[in-house]
Structure formats: structure tokens, C-alpha cells
């Protein structure tokens, strides 16, 4: 149980909404910034502005997966209340104070360290990032077949990146019947791919690996997928990026090309958003309780 812990929910959507049903069922007492609009009222939890919150007595401050934008800004769906994290805000919790987020950037990398405050990225965890590989999963499968003619099985696939989304993406497509080719850069990767029974190319090949795709998959959060590459490919090749923003494909290119390139970061939240959220709260309240019993046992 999380009974006498105060904990401040900043922003965020649908996904938050299981979090907080979570941490209240556990006995926490929450701060809600950022949901003025919402309509469910839980036990436990006040609706409160960014500037009537005592940070004085916040063990945990919890934030959109997303995090910030560069400039503090956090992501709002329930309000249309403009709320940012500052540096001045973490300075007056206390030291123990852990602040949680999807992701990070510079800005909150920045501030939480300035601040002396813990910053835990949930999307750095194994069992995060491969349970939420189901949705995202079944989220390309529905972007797929709403933006192509043709079907998936039967269909050549090309998936970079063999990471915990890029494993279950292209398993799951090849069980749909489609011809799953899948690019990688280390060998062990190679290796695991033919062992999956896959299609593996080097990522320095990929510029022949695409001629003949009908679909390519982008998992890795740098620029893989560039003009040349795109120029390689059928002009019916739907491209769906699932890295993080910008995405790791020439969006600019593919479009003067006619080429259909779609940027689909946080599908779990898009498709999913009950189960994403209860995947972020099981985790989320795990730690939090473990974080309170190593402060009660340095209190003994």
C-alpha cells in the first residue's frame, strides 16, 4: 500500500487515467494538474493548478509519456490550462522526490539534474518497452491495412531494427502470412533473425533490401530510412515510422516523391490507451512502493 505518500499527476492522456486509478486503489493521495476537463472524480485524488500545490510534501511527481516539450511544456488533454515544469517547482520537493517519465530530452534531463531531482524514463525498461510492443503491434497492423489495396499476407515487409518493437513487429506480420525481411547493423542481430526464421539484411545493404517492399517498418530513432533510400523503393511502399519523434525517415523526401511515409509514435496510447495506461501503472506503483520501503528503512 502506498498510504502517506503524495504523489503529483502533471498532464497527460487517457493512459494517465489508469495510473491514477491505480495509485488510488493503493491508498496514495494524488495532486491531478492538468485534468480540470475530466469528468471521473476518484478517491483520494484533487483536481489542483500547477501553482496551489505544496511541492513541499510531493515524494512523486508523474508525467506524460512524452515528458516535456524543449521548453517545459507538458502535454494537457484534459485542460486547456497551459502547465510547465521549472526548475523552481522541483527545487521545493523534497530530496527524496523521484520524478517519472515515458521519455526524456534535454530540457527535463536538464532541469531534474539541476534540481538534484531522480528522473526514471519507464520506456528505458525491458518489461515496459516489450509489454507495450502488443499494442504498437497491433496499432501497425491497423495503419496498415487502412492505408494500403492490397493485403498484408502475401506482402513484402521490411522491418529496421531488431530492438523489443522491431522483434515483435516483424514476428507478428509474418505470422499474418507476409514475407518479413528485417534489417540490422550487429551481427548477433543477423543471427537472431535467421534464427526467427526471417529474412536478415545488413542495414549497409538496405538501399537493395527495399526495391521490392511493400511495406517498410522503421523501429530505429535515427535516419535510416533517407532520400536514397526511398528513391530505391516502389512508389507504392507505404513507410509507417514507430520511433520516437522526428521518426528515422525523410518525411520531406518521401512526400515529393509520392510516397506514403507515416510518423505513428505512442500507438499503445492511440489504440490501447486502457491497457498501455495499466502496463504504466503496474510498473509505476512497484516502484513507487519500493522507493517508499527504502525510505522507511533508512528512517529505522
Do not use: W
Not at 531531482?117 to 520506456?123: M, N, P, T, Y
Not at 549497409?204 to 511493400?214: G, L, T
Not at 509520392?258 to 503496474?282: D, E, H, R, S, W
Amino acid at each position: 500500500m502506498l498510504t502517506g505518500t503524495q504523489i503529483a499527476v502533471i498532464g497527460g492522456d487517457a493512459r494517465q487515467l489508469e495510473i491514477i486509478r491505480k495509485l488510488t486503489e493503493l491508498d496514495a493521495k494524488l495532486s491531478l494538474i492538468g485534468f480540470e476537463q475530466l469528468d471521473h472524480a476518484f478517491s483520494g485524488a484533487v483536481k489542483e493548478k500547477i501553482d496551489e500545490v505544496d511541492f513541499s510534501h510531493i515524494d512523486s511527481i508523474i508525467l506524460p509519456v512524452p515528458g516535456t516539450g524543449l521548453e517545459g511544456q507538458i502535454e494537457t488533454i484534459f485542460s486547456n490550462e497551459k502547465v510547465t515544469l521549472e526548475e523552481e517547482i522541483l527545487s521545493q520537493t523534497p530530496a527524496h522526490c523521484t520524478v517519472y517519465s515515458g521519455i526524456t530530452n534535454s530540457y527535463l534531463t536538464g532541469v531534474t539534474k539541476s534540481a538534484d531531482r531522480r528522473l526514471v524514463q519507464l520506456f528505458e525498461r525491458d518489461d515496459v518497452a516489450i509489454y507495450n510492443s502488443i499494442p504498437t503491434v497491433e496499432g501497425t497492423i491497423m495503419m496498415a491495412i487502412q492505408h494500403t489495396d492490397f493485403t498484408i499476407h502475401g506482402s513484402n515487409i521490411a522491418v529496421i531494427g531488431l530492438g523489443r518493437v522491431g522483434m515483435s513487429v516483424a514476428r507478428t506480420f509474418r505470422a499474418l502470412g507476409a514475407k518479413v525481411k528485417v534489417g540490422a547493423r550487429k551481427s548477433e542481430h543477423i543471427a537472431r533473425i535467421t534464427e526467427m526464421g526471417l529474412t536478415p539484411f545488413n542495414l549497409k545493404e538496405i538501399e537493395d533490401a527495399v526495391k521490392d517492399v511493400d511495406i517498410c517498418i522503421n523501429t530505429a530513432p535515427h535516419l535510416v530510412v533517407t532520400a536514397s533510400v526511398i528513391s530505391k523503393m516502389p512508389t507504392h511502399t507505404l513507410i509507417i515510422d514507430l520511433a520516437s519523434k522526428p521518426g528515422g525517415t525523410d518525411f520531406r523526401y518521401a512526400e515529393k516523391r509520392g510516397v506514403k511515409a507515416l510518423l505513428a509514435p505512442g500507438l499503445p496510447g492511440i489504440v490501447a490507451p486502457k491497457t498501455a495506461g495499466q502496463i504504466l501503472a503496474n510498473v509505476l506503483s512497484q516502484l513507487i512502493m519500493e522507493d517508499l520501503q527504502k525510505r522507511k528503512g533508512n528512517t529505522k
